[in-house]
């Protein structure tokens, strides 16, 4: 049966003021599953004015103890639901089970830590060169934050935007993906149970351009985010930039392993193989390319290919499935569009690739190409699918010259047991974040953001809250003190 879910705007449930609703397809049946309301311009202006109201309240906007509580209880009870919410994902997206039940029993962890952030945050008594002025500095909201997620970890990425946004007392207004917007909905059920004040946090469904593109312009919204691609990123900016109102941007990656001679070399081709299929590499931290040290690069290859044999693909629901359908068939075909000019620049395939049995659905078994270089589409640009792309490399100066050689810059792994290299390395690369020895792990105390096309702003730890909320500086004269 279809299911058919409302939006969540001012503390209530709705349909669009149009009465339209957009399908959900199932990536593993291919069929509608789901429908959410197709959002309107009426519908962005309701919620924007709700959540004005709402952050008006100094109960909300100024008390950090209420904030910290209600956070605090949204936590435990994101927790009781995360395995509902972990499969209304999967079946919006197409990703495996395991890794929406990891995700989304993560997901209370950043509200708990944003809410111990909430409840200890302090500003500052800063000295001047005048001792007779007292100056004091506050964190305040900005008012109403909107933010738009992405299809492929909706839970996570809101979290990460949502969680600290509602710390520092602002208060939100989100436009999930149309591409999988139904957890995002049972999110907003579990907030209003949980008892948020109406408007506090809005959840308004519908497509980029229309919902997105009213969001980016409604001239009560203070702060705007966007978790997508790059091509989204250049408009959201633009109009951000044309209201003079600041942004976040959480954008693509084309990550790399770098892989040392020293390296223990089972883990490293472990971690290279599950960083690039996991989430079937529709993530924007994928480890899609792997730089290797030519001494090595045949043992990684043989290494990672072998573990490609083993990869389960199937059913996104069943437990022991590895790696499901991507998203859209419009995916399957961008990505397979890559791997045609991969082949046509002269790139070696070494596994994979779609064949017969995977005709008329949306499987991708995993693809690795070697023989890259840096001139092809597919050690540069993001293909948001499982692609791998094998470069050696003969000194560390060069590794650090190919990680660098894109316009991205997410994430790096960095794969040595030389501490001095690790930190060597680490500094050099072009990337908000660096694993070392391991890959693709995130935590809410973490900073994360991106680099040049990658995006600008940080989610995640304190500098997550200080992105969220602004200094108000104040001075006092003290006078009389001297009579
Ligand atoms: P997308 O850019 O197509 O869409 C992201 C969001 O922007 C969606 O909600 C979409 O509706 C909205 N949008 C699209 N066009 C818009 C417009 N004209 N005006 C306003 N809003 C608009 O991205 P996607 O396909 O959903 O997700 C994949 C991309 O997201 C990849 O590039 C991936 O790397 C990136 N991503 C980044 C992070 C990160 O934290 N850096 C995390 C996950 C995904």
Same mark, same amino acid.
């Given at each position: 049966?279809?299911?058919?879910?409302?939006?969540?705007?001012?503390?209530?449930?709705?349909?669009?003021?149009? $009465?339209?609703?957009?399908?959900?397809?199932?990536?593993?049946?291919?069929?509608?599953?789901?429908?959410?309301?197709?959002?309107?311009?009426?519908?962005?202006?309701?919620?924007?004015?709700?959540?004005?109201?709402?952050?008006?309240?100094?109960?909300?906007?100024?008390?950090?103890?209420?904030?910290?509580?209600?956070?605090?209880?949204?936590?435990?009870?994101?927790?009781?639901?995360?395995?509902?919410?972990?499969?209304?994902?999967?079946?919006?997206?197409?990703?495996?089970?395991?890794?929406? !039940?990891?995700?989304?029993?993560?997901?209370?962890?950043?509200?708990?830590?944003?809410?111990?952030?909430?409840?200890?945050?302090?500003?500052?008594?800063?000295? $001047?060169?005048?001792?007779?002025?007292?100056?004091?500095?506050?964190?305040?909201?900005?008012?109403?934050?909107?933010?738009?997620?992405?299809?492929?970890?909706?839970?996570?990425?809101?979290?990460?935007?949502?969680?600290?946004?509602?710390?520092?007392?602002?208060?939100?207004?989100?436009?999930?993906?149309?591409?999988?917007?139904?957890?995002?909905?049972?999110?907003?059920?579990?907030?209003?149970?949980?008892?948020?004040?109406?408007?506090?946090?809005? *959840?308004?469904?519908?497509?980029?351009?229309? *919902?997105?593109?009213?969001?980016?312009?409604?001239?009560?919204?203070?702060?705007?985010?966007?978790?997508?691609?790059?091509?989204?990123?250049?408009? *959201?900016?633009?109009?951000?930039?044309?209201?003079?109102?600041?942004?976040?941007?959480?954008?693509?990656?084309?990550?790399?392993?770098?892989?040392?001679?020293?390296?223990?070399?089972?883990?490293?081709?472990?971690?290279?193989?599950?960083?690039?299929?996991?989430?079937?590499?529709?993530?924007?931290?994928?480890?899609?390319?792997?730089?290797?040290?030519?001494?090595?690069?045949?043992?990684? *290859?043989?290494?990672?290919?072998?573990?490609?044999?083993?990869?389960?693909?199937?059913?996104?629901?069943?437990?022991?499935?590895?790696?499901?359908?991507?998203?859209?068939?419009?995916?399957?075909?961008?990505?397979?569009?890559?791997?045609?000019?991969?082949?046509?620049?002269?790139?070696?395939?070494?596994?994979? $690739?779609?064949?017969?049995?995977?005709?008329?659905? @949306?499987?991708?078994?995993?693809?690795?190409?070697?023989?890259?270089?840096?001139?092809?589409?597919? @050690?540069?640009?993001?293909? @948001?699918?499982?692609?791998?792309?094998?470069?050696?490399?003969?000194?560390?100066?060069?590794?650090?010259? !190919?990680?660098?050689?894109?316009?991205?810059?997410?994430?790096?792994?960095?794969?040595?047991?030389?501490?001095?290299?690790?930190?060597?390395?680490?500094?050099?690369?072009?990337?908000?974040?660096?694993?070392?020895?391991?890959?693709?792990?995130?935590?809410?105390?973490?900073?994360?953001?991106?680099?040049?096309?990658?995006?600008?702003?940080?989610?995640?730890?304190?500098?997550?809250?200080?992105?969220?909320?602004?200094?108000?500086?104040?001075?006092?004269?003290?006078?009389?003190?001297?009579?």
């Amino acid at each position: 049966m279809i299911r058919n879910f409302e939006m969540y705007v001012d503390g209530a449930w709705r349909s669009s003021a149009s $009465g339209e609703v957009i399908e959900s397809i199932n990536p593993y049946t291919r069929e509608v599953w789901a429908t959410v309301p197709a959002g309107t311009a009426a519908d962005v202006d309701a919620a924007v004015s709700a959540a004005v109201r709402a952050s008006a309240d100094p109960e909300w906007s100024r008390n950090p103890k209420v904030r910290a509580k209600l956070l605090t209880r949204l936590a435990d009870a994101l927790a009781d639901e995360a395995d509902t919410i972990a499969e209304i994902e999967s079946r919006d997206n197409g990703k495996v089970i395991n890794e929406e !039940l990891a995700m989304n029993r993560a997901v209370p962890g950043w509200y708990r830590y944003a809410a111990a952030v909430a409840e200890t945050a302090a500003g500052q008594v800063p000295y $001047g060169n005048d001792p007779a002025v007292l100056s004091l500095t506050e964190r305040e909201p900005y008012g109403v934050v909107g933010i738009q997620t992405p299809w492929n970890t909706p839970g996570v990425l809101l979290a990460q935007m949502a969680s600290m946004a509602l710390a520092a007392g602002n208060t939100i207004v989100v436009k999930p993906s149309e591409l999988a917007p139904c957890s995002l909905l049972e999110f907003a059920r579990v907030v209003h149970e949980v008892g948020f004040p109406a408007g506090v946090v809005n *959840v308004v469904t519908g497509l980029g351009p229309i *919902v997105g593109q009213a969001l980016c312009e409604h001239p009560g919204v203070d702060k705007l985010t966007l978790t997508g691609g790059p091509e989204a990123g250049r408009i *959201v900016a633009a109009q951000a930039a044309r209201r003079l109102v600041p942004a976040v941007m959480e954008l693509g990656g084309k990550s790399a392993n770098l892989v040392f001679p020293d390296a223990d070399v089972e883990q490293a081709a472990a971690a290279v193989a599950a960083g690039f299929t996991s989430a079937g590499g529709q993530s924007c931290v994928a480890g899609t390319r792997v730089l290797v040290h030519r001494s090595i690069h045949d043992e990684v *290859v043989k290494r990672v290919v072998e573990r490609l044999a083993g990869l389960r693909l199937g059913d996104p629901s069943q437990p022991d499935t590895d790696m499901g359908p991507l998203c859209t068939s419009d995916q399957v075909q961008r990505v397979q569009s890559f791997v045609d000019r991969g082949l046509a620049d002269g790139a070696t395939l070494r596994k994979g $690739g779609r064949t017969q049995a995977e005709e008329g659905t @949306f499987f991708f078994p995993p693809v690795v190409f070697t023989d890259v270089t840096p001139e092809m589409s597919v @050690f540069s640009e993001e293909i @948001f699918g499982p692609v791998l792309s094998v470069v050696p490399f003969d000194t560390e100066e060069e590794a650090i010259r !190919l990680n660098n050689a894109t316009p991205y810059g997410l994430a790096a792994g960095v794969w040595t047991r030389d501490l001095n290299r690790a930190h060597r390395v680490s500094r050099a690369l072009k990337a908000g974040t660096v694993w070392v020895n391991h890959y693709r792990r995130g935590d809410a105390a973490f900073p994360f953001g991106g680099y040049g096309h990658s995006g600008y702003g940080r989610v995640n730890g304190i500098d997550g809250y200080r992105e969220m909320s602004r200094t108000k500086s104040v001075q006092i004269l003290l006078s009389g003190a001297e009579d």
